[in-house]
């Protein structure tokens, strides 16, 4: 693993935090390296998974205002991590949260006077299911998302990034993280072995030598706090967008056989041609939608997933590395 390292060091009275979202895997863990830099913490979610000395809980919906502003009193840092799984395909679910509820959260923001907000965003949404090597953040954002939870990303971070106002008092960065995996991992690691079991992890999507980034859940946290910490007015960070990554590109089909063979299956050996995949992926993605009145189905296999699988999707960490002044080492 890696672990990016920081030069700069909290300010004594910017340490009042709450982590929107902060019942979930990114979530806890992020609350849990607050508690360990001193950070005040406390957690506003629609349930509360967890208990943790001195971390105050706040059950509610992101879209009730008024819920939101007894949770910010007196709050100076939000982090925004609340988001549905990618692999719900809820359209309006997605809408709801993504949407709907940081439009609540920024309005909330602002009302009660927060002076940052990091948001977690995703690498995603400037996928469209081509290759990405060494992307950078001036990759324009996709104009054909390939599913709901990028295109409601895409419209989650526009808004926050352009809430950015010196003026307002309200500053605002959103992180890119791709493809989280550690302890307590609730999709990557389990979705996998839940395929396996039921022998859906016998063949290979494409060529197997397609590159992309998993990273590190600690890593997707420091990213997180380092943004918090340089997020200042005459900061360059303010109002952009920064991949956080392990910035080590692996075959994808390399790592998905390292997990499955250290828990005893078999990594997969037979090759697909991804175009006839992706197209079946897509036709039955698109069944499902028209059946869904009638019967409800979901795929093992999205368009999103084969286009994961399938394709060079890595970042570049330069933007971060120069601007939030971290560097690397291996431990």
């Not at 208990?51 to 509610?60: A, I, K």
């Not at 840092?77 to 993504?98: I, K, M």
């Not at 050996?269 to 409800?296: D, T």
């Not at 699988?309 to 933007?319: D, F, I, K, M």
Request: aromatic residues 10%; positive net charge.
């Amino acid at each position: 693993k890696y672990v990016f390292i920081m030069t700069t060091r909290i300010r004594p009275g910017n340490k009042r935090c709450i982590v929107i979202g902060g019942s979930g895997f990114l979530g806890r863990h992020l609350v849990e390296k607050l508690l360990d830099r001193g950070y005040a913490v406390s957690v506003f979610d629609i349930r509360q998974s967890y208990e943790l000395p001195n971390v105050t809980f706040h059950q509610g919906d992101l879209c009730d205002k008024q819920a939101l502003l007894a949770a910010l009193k007196d709050v100076s840092l939000v982090f925004h991590c609340a988001s549905p799984a990618p692999a719900s395909d809820n359209r309006d679910l997605f809408e709801r949260v993504n949407i709907q509820g940081t439009r609540t959260v920024l309005q909330a923001c602002a009302e009660a006077g927060v002076q940052k907000m990091v948001l977690t965003s995703s690498a995603s949404v400037v996928f469209e299911g081509k290759d990405i090597k060494n992307g950078k953040e001036s990759l324009p954002y996709a104009k054909k998302p390939i599913d709901y939870y990028t295109q409601t990303k895409i419209e989650q971070e526009k808004l926050v990034l352009e809430a950015c106002n010196t003026d307002r008092g309200l500053l605002t960065v959103a992180i890119r993280p791709h493809g989280i995996f550690g302890p307590r991992d609730p999709q990557l690691v389990p979705i996998l072995i839940d395929t396996a079991r039921r022998g859906k992890m016998k063949f290979i999507i494409g060529d197997g030598t397609n590159l992309v980034d998993f990273t590190f859940v600690e890593n997707v946290v420091h990213g997180h706090i380092l943004a918090a910490e340089h997020l200042k007015a005459d900061s360059p960070i303010c109002g952009k967008a920064y991949h956080i990554t392990n910035d080590e590109p692996i075959r994808f089909w390399d790592f998905m056989s390292e997990i499955l063979v250290g828990l005893g299956y078999p990594s997969p050996c037979y090759h697909l041609p991804y175009m006839f995949v992706y197209g079946l992926a897509l036709l039955l993605w698109m069944l499902s939608v028209l059946l869904r009145p009638i019967i409800s189905f979901k795929p093992t296999f999205t368009p999103m997933r084969v286009a994961l699988a399938g394709t060079h999707h890595y970042y570049s960490c330069e933007r971060a590395k120069v601007d939030m002044a971290m560097h690397q080492l291996s431990v």
